[in-house]
């Protein structure tokens, strides 16, 4: 079946699974919880960089491309919507703020997005992004575990 550490460390770089993907899928393939926990939120941290820099050099390209701008703006209009009054209100701390609740669509990516969109200073983004990813991952780390452990009572 493979290494379940690359399959998470892989999760946890995806847009959508991300730390909701990395660590239970971890966890339910017995990797100890703060490996899975320190493993996919490396991961997803390294996805900031990463969104900046594609957002800074391929996207002016592959914008040129009809498909790819509508997909695009889209995404960008949503991630405006619902980033904007958090971030406009709070700065920086709104970008934390939104990356740290796991929900759909609001994970390392979008928060990233969005502190490009609102053209938040890069260096300084990356810390409350970043600092968004470890509390989402202690959330999710505490999801997983509870989880587990009613699953287990449900079985017995």
């Known amino acids: 079946m493979g290494n379940p550490?690359?399959?998470?460390?892989?999760?946890?770089?995806?847009?959508i699974s991300e730390l909701?993907?990395?660590?239970?899928?971890?966890?339910?393939?017995?990797?100890?919880?703060?490996?899975?926990y320190l493993l996919c939120v490396f991961s997803n941290i390294l996805v900031i960089p990463i969104v900046y820099l594609f957002l800074e050099t391929v996207h002016r390209t592959?914008?040129?491309?009809?498909?790819?701008?509508?997909?695009f703006d889209r995404y960008v209009e949503r991630t405006?919507?619902?980033?904007?009054?958090?971030?406009?209100?709070?700065?920086?701390?709104g970008v934390m703020l939104f990356?740290?609740?796991?929900?759909?669509?609001?994970g390392a990516?979008?928060?990233?997005?969005?502190a490009w969109l609102l053209k938040l200073n890069r260096k300084r983004s990356f810390?409350?992004?970043?600092l968004g990813v470890v509390i989402a991952g202690v959330i999710v780390s505490i999801a997983t575990i509870t989880g587990l452990n009613a699953l287990q009572i449900f079985l017995k």
């Open 99 to 106: 990356v740290a609740v796991p929900l759909p669509v609001t």
């Open 109 to 114: 990516y979008t928060g990233t997005v969005a």
């Open 127 to 130: 810390w409350y992004l970043a």
């Open 5 to 15: 550490m690359i399959h998470a460390f892989i999760l946890s770089l995806l847009p």
């Open 62 to 71: 592959f914008y040129k491309v009809t498909i790819y701008q509508r997909i």
């Open 20 to 36: 909701r993907g990395g660590i239970p899928y971890a966890v339910a393939n017995d990797v100890p919880l703060a490996e899975a």
């Open 80 to 93: 405006r919507r619902k980033a904007e009054r958090n971030v406009a209100r709070y700065g920086y701390w």
